[in-house]
């Protein structure tokens, strides 16, 4: 198979096999990992590019991204 390197959602062949042979409690597991490691990443993002900002802000920032909009914790009662 050849991959189009413009396009990021085509998993590799190896992979996907690899992927078929965990257990849906494995695939949780790599999947919820890597939310973990989005998270981290997107947090150490937001705070070294906005100094300035709390770390509420920087939590409903993380949250709306990762959510791509769906959730906004500033709308949401305290």
């Not at 390197?5 to 190896?14: F, L, T, V």
């Not at 597991?29 to 900002?53: C, E, Q, V």
């Not at 920032?61 to 009662?77: A, D």
Request: glycine fraction near 2%; hydrophobic fraction near 35%.
């Amino acid at each position: 198979m050849t991959i189009d390197e413009r396009n990021i959602e085509i998993i590799d062949d190896c992979m996907a096999q690899i992927f078929r042979e965990k257990t849906p409690q494995e695939r949780l597991a790599i999947a919820f990992g890597m939310w973990k490691s989005a998270k981290m990443m997107l947090t150490t993002y937001l705070r070294s590019s906005h100094p300035d900002w709390d770390e509420r802000k920087i939590h409903e920032e993380m949250v709306k991204r990762l959510s791509h909009g769906t959730i906004r914790l500033s709308q949401m009662p305290r």
